[in-house]
C-alpha cells in the first residue's frame, strides 16, 4: 500500500513538474522603447499597459520597457503619456522574447488630458461636459522660475485673470475670475493643493498702506505638476458654499516608476537673475522725475532646486528641497524662502493604494512702506514737491532707510490619501488633509530719526498670527453596466472643513535706544488687541453619472451644506448641479476635417458664506467708562441669515479640425440672489447697528474663447499658437431697497442697475465762465454717474512656442486687457502738492493769458479737467498690452549622449528669459494692474502710490542624471 501512495505522489510531483514547465514554455517577454513619433526622443515615465492581464510595466530612463510572464496570445497592449495621444494596438506574444516600439504623437490639444471636474470625479476632457482649464506647470518651469501663482497663471487662462495686488516681492495676489460672482465674499477662488484646502489671505501689517504679505507666496511653483482652475458654479457645484467664484487645483508632482526594475532621476536647477523698473518714461509727468527714478534700485535674484523621483512596482516618490532669494525694486524689499516637499505612493496590495504628501516651507518676507504712506519711498518722491533734487517731501531717506518690517512664516501642508477597491468596480477613497501656519511680523522705526507719525521717539509694532485648518473628504465610487453601451456611476461622499486662526498684535511708542528693541521697554501704549475665529463647514453630496458609447453623456448631482456661520434658523442649503455632453463626432457622419466636435451644458449653484458673526442675534462687548466698565452692544446679526446662492448656466462647444486646430467656446451667464446687504434699524428700536439681509442680487455673462494651432510639426521644428479671449460683464439687480454702498473714498459703489464696482462720480464737462469769460469754476454735472469699472471686459492672450533643429525652443506670451478703468490716486495728490508736470505748466502758462481768448478757454477746460475735487478728473482709461514672458531653451541631451557624460549625465538644458518686459497702456500712471488696498474689498482697480510689477531677466541651467 505504501509503496503504491510514494508511486503516486511521484507521478503526482512529477506531473506537477512537466506542467509548470510547460506553463513556463508557453509565456514570453515583451519589451521595445517608446518614442516621440516627431522627434524620436524617448519618452521616460510612459505607461504601457496589458489591457487584458491588467498590468503592465514603465518606460526606464531610457525610453525601454519590459514586460515578463505573459502567456502566448493576442493581447491589446495601451501606450500613454502625459502630454501625448495615446496608443492602443494589438500584439500576438509568442514565447520567448517579442519586441513592439510604440511612437506617440502629441496631444497638441489636450483632448486625452485627464481633468478633474467635481470633488470626486475626473475625466478626459473629450467626455468633460462643464469646461475645464488646465495649466501643465511641468511645461513652463523647467525652464523659467516663477515667484507665485500670479506669474504661472496670469495671461494663460480664458476668464480667469491673476495679478499682484503690487510689485513689492511677497505681496498678495488676487484672482478676477469670470464675471466676479455675487455680492458676498472677497471675489476669491478656493485654492486646494493635493486635496488640502489652504488659506488664501492677505495680512496687513500696521495700518500703514494699503497691501500685506500674501500667503500664497509660501507655494513652490517649481514642486507644482498640473493646475486645475473650475471657473464657476456649473462645473464647482460638489464644492458647496464658498465656491462661487471658481476652484483651483493645484497637484504637486508625484514619483514616478522609471522602468519594471525601479529607478532614481535626480534632477538639479539654478537660476540667476536681477530685477529692475522698467517704467521709467512713465515718470516724465512728475516734476520730480529723477527723484522718483532713483529711489528704485536692481533686484537679484538666486534660486536653487534639487529633486529626486523614482520607484518600482510597489512604491513611488518624490522629493525636492527649494531655496528661493529674491529681491525687490525698492529698498527693504526682498523674500527668503526654503521649502522642502516629499511625495510617497505606495501599493501594498493590488486593491490598495495609499498616497502622502508633505511640504514645508520657511519664508522671510521684507515689505517697504508702500501704498498712501507717508513713510514710504514713493509717497516722498512723488508727491514731494521740492522737484528733482533728490530731496524727501515728508520723512528724511536716513529715517524711512531704517525701518524694518519683516514677517517671519513657518507652513506645513500635508495630507494622507487611501483608496480601496474591495470589490471590482467599487472604489472607496478616504483624505485628511492640514494646513498649519505660524506668523510673526515685526515693525521697528528706530528712535533717533524723525518719521512722520511716531517722530523721534521710534515705535515697535507685532503681530502674531497661527492658522490651522483641516480637510477631510471620503467617497465611495461605483461603475457599472446598464444595458450595452451605457455604462454609469455612482458617487456618494462627505466633506468637512475645519478652521482655527488666532491673532494678537501689540504697539508701543517710545524707545529711549536704538539698542533696546524689546517691546515691554516702550513708554507709550497705542493699541493692542487678539481675536479668535472657528469655523466649521461640511458637505454631503452625491452625482450620478451616465456615458453612452462615448456619444452622449449626462451627469446630475448636488450638495447639501451646512456651516457654523449660517443663521439657527437657516442651518444648511442644497446646490444642484446638472451637465450634459454630445459627442458628434461619434454620432454623426462629419467631413474628414474635422477630428472631434463636442457640445456641451451645464447648471450649476453654490454660494458664498455669511461673515461669521451675521448669524448671531447680538453680540456685546465690554467698554470703559468715568463709572466703571460695562456692556455694549458690538453686534446685531440675523438668525435667518443664509448664504448667498450663485446660479450658472454655461455653453460649450469643442472641435479639434484638420489635424492643427482646436477651438474651445464657452458662454455663461450667471445669477447671484440672497446676497447679504446690511441695513439700520429705526433710531425708535433703541439699536442703531447695522443688520444683515438676504435680499441682494447680481446678474453677469460672458464669453470665452481658445484657439490653439499646431502650424507645422517635423522631426526639426515645430509652430504652435494659443490664442485666448475672454469678455465678461456684471450689474447689480437688487439692494432690497437699500441706498447705494460706496467704498471707503466715495468713488466706487454697489448700486442698482449699475455694473458692479463701478466709479461712480460727477462727470466734469469743462471750465465756466463769466459774463466776461473769465474763468470761475468746474462744469460737472449735479448728479453722479457711472465711468467704467475696475475689471476689463475685454482680455486675451497670446502664446507662441516655436522649436528649431529639435533641441531649440523659444516661448513668448503676450496678453491685454481693454475697457478697464483705474481711479489715479496718485496723480490727484501730486497735483494737490504741485509735482504734476502738466498742471505746473498750465497754471503758468495760464497766468499770462487773455480772458476770452482761444487759447485761454482751452487752457482752462485743461485745468478743470484736473481739478482734484472732482475724482472723475482722475479715473483713466487704462487699456494695456504686455509682453509678459519670453524664455529661449536649448536642450544638450543629444550632444551628450554617447560621450563620457552621457554615463552620468541624462539631461542638460539651458534657458534664458524675461518678465514684464514691455508695457503699452493707455494709462497716465506707472501701471494699470496694481492696487493699493491690496486684493480683497470694495476698492479696486485705485492706484495711490503703489508700486509696479519689476522687469526682469534671468538665467536657468538644468542637469538631469
Request: a negative charge; hydrophobic letters at 40%.
Amino acid at each position: 500500500m505504501l509503496k503504491k501512495i510514494l508511486s503516486l505522489s511521484a507521478f503526482v510531483v512529477a506531473y506537477c513538474l512537466l506542467a509548470a514547465g510547460s506553463v513556463h514554455a508557453q509565456t514570453g517577454t515583451l519589451s521595445g522603447t517608446v518614442t516621440d513619433a516627431t522627434t524620436g526622443e524617448e519618452l521616460i515615465g510612459a505607461t504601457v499597459l496589458v489591457q487584458e492581464l491588467g498590468r503592465g510595466a514603465p518606460t526606464n530612463l531610457s525610453g525601454e520597457y519590459r514586460v515578463e510572464n505573459i502567456p502566448v496570445g493576442t493581447y491589446t497592449l495601451r501606450f500613454s503619456f502625459v502630454g501625448y495621444r495615446s496608443l492602443t494596438t494589438e500584439v500576438t506574444i509568442s514565447e520567448g522574447p517579442n519586441t513592439f516600439n510604440a511612437e506617440l504623437r502629441s496631444d497638441a490639444t489636450g483632448r486625452e488630458e485627464v481633468v478633474v471636474t467635481g470633488i470626486a470625479s475626473r475625466t478626459s476632457r473629450e467626455i468633460s461636459e462643464v469646461a475645464v482649464s488646465r495649466i501643465d506647470a511641468t511645461q513652463f518651469t523647467e525652464n523659467v522660475s516663477f515667484q507665485d501663482l500670479s506669474q504661472l497663471i496670469g495671461g494663460r487662462v480664458a476668464g480667469v485673470g491673476v495679478q499682484p495686488s503690487g510689485g513689492t516681492v511677497g505681496s498678495g495676489v488676487r484672482f478676477n475670475v469670470r464675471a466676479g460672482g455675487g455680492l458676498g465674499g472677497q471675489g476669491q477662488p478656493l485654492i486646494f493643493v493635493d486635496g488640502i484646502r489652504i488659506d488664501n489671505s492677505e495680512i496687513a501689517g500696521p495700518g500703514r498702506g494699503g497691501q500685506g504679505v500674501g500667503t500664497l507666496t509660501d507655494l513652490n511653483m517649481d514642486e507644482v505638476a498640473s493646475i486645475d482652475i473650475l471657473k464657476g458654479p456649473a462645473a464647482a457645484a460638489l464644492y458647496g458654499t464658498s465656491g462661487s467664484n471658481g476652484v483651483v487645483l493645484i497637484t504637486t508632482q508625484r514619483g514616478q516608476a522609471l522602468g519594471d526594475a525601479g529607478g532614481l532621476s535626480v534632477n538639479v536647477r539654478t537660476t540667476r537673475g536681477i530685477s529692475e523698473f522698467g517704467r521709467e518714461s512713465q515718470t516724465s509727468q512728475f516734476l520730480s522725475e529723477q527723484s522718483i527714478n532713483d529711489v528704485f534700485e536692481t533686484g537679484l535674484l538666486e534660486h536653487y532646486n534639487v529633486s529626486a523621483q523614482g520607484g518600482s512596482e510597489f512604491i513611488r516618490f518624490f522629493t525636492s528641497y527649494d531655496q528661493r532669494l529674491e529681491e525687490g525694486i525698492l529698498p527693504r524689499n526682498y523674500m527668503d524662502r526654503q521649502s522642502f516637499r516629499a511625495n510617497f505612493d505606495a501599493f501594498p496590495r493590488e486593491d490598495l493604494t495609499i498616497g502622502v504628501s508633505a511640504g514645508f516651507t520657511m519664508n522671510e518676507i521684507a515689505l517697504p512702506d508702500n501704498d498712501n504712506n507717508v513713510i514710504g519711498y514713493l509717497g516722498n518722491v512723488i508727491l514731494a514737491p521740492g522737484g528733482d533734487d533728490g530731496t524727501f517731501g515728508f520723512t528724511a531717506r536716513e529715517a524711512i532707510d531704517a525701518i524694518e518690517d519683516i514677517t517671519r512664516q513657518n507652513r506645513f501642508l500635508g495630507s494622507v490619501n487611501l483608496q480601496y477597491r474591495p470589490i471590482e468596480n467599487l472604489e472607496l477613497n478616504a483624505q485628511v488633509g492640514f494646513d498649519g501656519s505660524s506668523l510673526r511680523r515685526d515693525e521697528t522705526i528706530p528712535p533717533g530719526f524723525f518719521v512722520t507719525g511716531p517722530g523721534t521717539a521710534g515705535q515697535r509694532y507685532i503681530l502674531n498670527r497661527t492658522n490651522e485648518q483641516f480637510t477631510y473628504d471620503i467617497n465611495a465610487r461605483y461603475s457599472y453596466d446598464i444595458v450595452d453601451g451605457l455604462t454609469a456611476s455612482s458617487v456618494l461622499g462627505a466633506q468637512l472643513f475645519e478652521r482655527t486662526l488666532r491673532q494678537s498684535f501689540n504697539q508701543k511708542r517710545g524707545f529711549a535706544s536704538a539698542l533696546i528693541s524689546n517691546i515691554g521697554a516702550g513708554d507709550d501704549f497705542i493699541d493692542a488687541n487678539e481675536g479668535f475665529l472657528n469655523n466649521r463647514e461640511a458637505g454631503i453630496f452625491f452625482e450620478q453619472n451616465f456615458n453612452y458609447r462615448n456619444q452622449y453623456i449626462l451627469s446630475v448631482g448636488g450638495r447639501q451644506d451646512f456651516a457654523a456661520s449660517i443663521g439657527e434658523e437657516a442651518p444648511n442649503i442644497f446646490y444642484p448641479k446638472a451637465s450634459v455632453a454630445v459627442r458628434l463626432d461619434n454620432i454623426l457622419d462629419l467631413p474628414p476635417s474635422i477630428d472631434f466636435l463636442k457640445l456641451r451644458a451645464a447648471y450649476g449653484e453654490t454660494g458664498q458664506l455669511p461673515d461669521f458673526n451675521d448669524g448671531a442675534e447680538r453680540l456685546w462687548a465690554g467698554q470703559n467708562s468715568a463709572y466703571g466698565t460695562g456692556g455694549v452692544i458690538s453686534f446685531v446679526g440675523n438668525p435667518e441669515i443664509k448664504p448667498e446662492r450663485i446660479r450658472e448656466l454655461e455653453l460649450g462647444v469643442e472641435a479639434d479640425f484638420l489635424g492643427r486646430f482646436g477651438l474651445d467656446l464657452t458662454y455663461y451667464q450667471l445669477w447671484a440672489k440672497d446676497s447679504i446687504i446690511d441695513f439700520r434699524r429705526a433710531s425708535s428700536t433703541g439699536v442703531t447697528n447695522l443688520v444683515p439681509f438676504n435680499v441682494g442680487g447680481v446678474e453677469g455673462h460672458g464669453l470665452e474663447t481658445t484657439l490653439s494651432i499646431n502650424a507645422f510639426e517635423s522631426r526639426d521644428f515645430g509652430l504652435d499658437f494659443d490664442v485666448a479671449y475672454s469678455y465678461s460683464y456684471s450689474e447689480v439687480t437688487d439692494l432690497g431697497g437699500a441706498q447705494p454702498i460706496f467704498d471707503g473714498f466715495s468713488v466706487q459703489v454697489l448700486a442698482e442697475g449699475i455694473e458692479r464696482s463701478a466709479f461712480f462720480v460727477q462727470r466734469v464737462n469743462g471750465a465756466l465762465f463769466n459774463d466776461d469769460g473769465v474763468f470761475i469754476g468746474v462744469d460737472a454735472d449735479p448728479e453722479r454717474s457711472a465711468v467704467g469699472t475696475p475689471f476689463p471686459k475685454h482680455t486675451g492672450s497670446f502664446a507662441m512656442n516655436f522649436r528649431a533643429f529639435r533641441n531649440l525652443n523659444v516661448y513668448a506670451l503676450v496678453d491685454w486687457a481693454a475697457d478697464l478703468y483705474i481711479y489715479n490716486n496718485t496723480r490727484e495728490f501730486a497735483i494737490q502738492f504741485g509735482n504734476d508736470r502738466e498742471f505746473a505748466e498750465l497754471n503758468e502758462r495760464f497766468a499770462d493769458l487773455t480772458p476770452g481768448t482761444d487759447e485761454y478757454i482751452d487752457v482752462a477746460n485743461r485745468l478743470a479737467r484736473l481739478n482734484t475735487a472732482f475724482p472723475y478728473n482722475q479715473v483713466e482709461r487704462a487699456d494695456w498690452l504686455k509682453l509678459r514672458e519670453v524664455s529661449v531653451s536649448y536642450n544638450f541631451n543629444e550632444l551628450i549622449r554617447g560621450t563620457e557624460f552621457g554615463n552620468y549625465i541624462n539631461s542638460l538644458s539651458v534657458s534664458a528669459g524675461g518678465r514684464n518686459l514691455l508695457t503699452s497702456t493707455l494709462y497716465s500712471g506707472l501701471d494699470p494692474e496694481v492696487n493699493f488696498d491690496g486684493a480683497r474689498s470694495l476698492i479696486r482697480g485705485q492706484d495711490f502710490l503703489t508700486m509696479p510689477p519689476a522687469r526682469q531677466f534671468f538665467f536657468t541651467v538644468s542637469l538631469g542624471f
